[in-house]
């Protein structure tokens, strides 16, 4: 059969998680630079296709194709490895300590980030045929994004803080469900179909995403945003980072592990 049975799958997220602490900082640059990169072109194509068609499903219902790619390759994201790492520490691996768990979040962050700008200084300059005309409709788009989901949240103070958080949980909530959806099955359309389900919710209910913002936010300053790149980190990507963590680990990770690999013993019939 090609899909695997809960307790299976939840002992794949723990051996994953445990894989990933212990790579070599090399390939965890790599492989997060590739997927902050490839994540960023995908925000790019459905953000062309909703301004192309005016229909955001539409863009939506086409997001996930990146996120396939880029699971399929191999390469790592920061609202995944939220979600996996914490679970080899908690299963008391050997070897694994905070220390080795943090490191990992360190270098995928960065790795993340410097892919996605990559694809913002690239993209800025297909939107601006290399700077020399305002940008397109797109690019437009893309920056009054940034403007909206940055001093729109700032000017509300703290229930912006609190709704920016709280998109960040119920994000990754969605976005880690996907990576788990992958590894349920052993096909590569059953991985696809179980990763796409979850993305295209996230995506279509505007929720925030750390490593889609790494891309949205920087190209749409350089596309003449007008906000700072002060308000990108205090009222997007910090708090988006927090509720990534919170909302992957405490929905997906850890009820998983909870349920199916220490399970609770089972009742007595009376």
Not at 20 to 26: G, Q, V, Y
Not at 96 to 119: E, H, M, Q, R, Y
Request: include cysteine; charged fraction near 10%.
């Amino acid at each position: 059969m090609s899909y695997l049975a809960p307790a299976e799958f939840v002992t794949k997220m723990v051996d994953a998680g445990e894989s990933k602490i212990f790579m070599a900082t090399r390939d965890t640059l790599i492989r997060a630079y590739m997927a902050g990169a490839i994540l960023a072109l995908s925000a790019v194509f459905a953000v062309t296709v909703t301004v192309q068609t005016g229909f955001p499903i539409i863009g939506a219902i086409l997001f996930p194709v990146g996120f396939c790619m880029l699971y399929l390759l191999g390469f790592d994201l920061l609202t995944g490895v939220f979600v996996l790492t914490p679970l080899a520490l908690i299963d008391k691996r050997p070897g694994v300590t905070i220390g080795g768990v943090l490191k990992n979040w360190g270098l995928v962050f960065l790795g993340n980030f410097l892919g996605a700008l990559t694809v913002a200084i690239l993209m800025s300059i297909v939107f601006t045929y290399g700077f020399s005309q305002e940008p397109d409709k797109v690019g437009k788009v893309i920056a009054g994004i940034g403007v909206a989901r940055t001093l729109g949240y700032e000017k509300f103070g703290a229930a912006g803080m609190l709704t920016l958080f709280i998109r960040g949980i119920l994000c990754n909530w969605m976005v880690s469900t996907g990576v788990v959806g992958a590894m349920i099955s052993t096909s590569v359309s059953g991985k696809v179909i179980a990763m796409w389900m979850p993305i295209m919710l996230f995506f279509g209910m505007a929720f925030e995403h750390s490593v889609v913002n790494m891309f949205l936010f920087p190209s749409a300053l350089f596309l003449g945003g007008a906000f700072s790149w002060m308000d990108y980190f205090i009222w997007n990507e910090v708090p988006t980072v927090l509720g990534n963590l919170v909302g992957g680990l405490s929905f997906t990770g850890l009820t998983l592990y909870a349920t199916h690999i220490k399970t609770a013993p089972k009742r007595k019939l009376v």
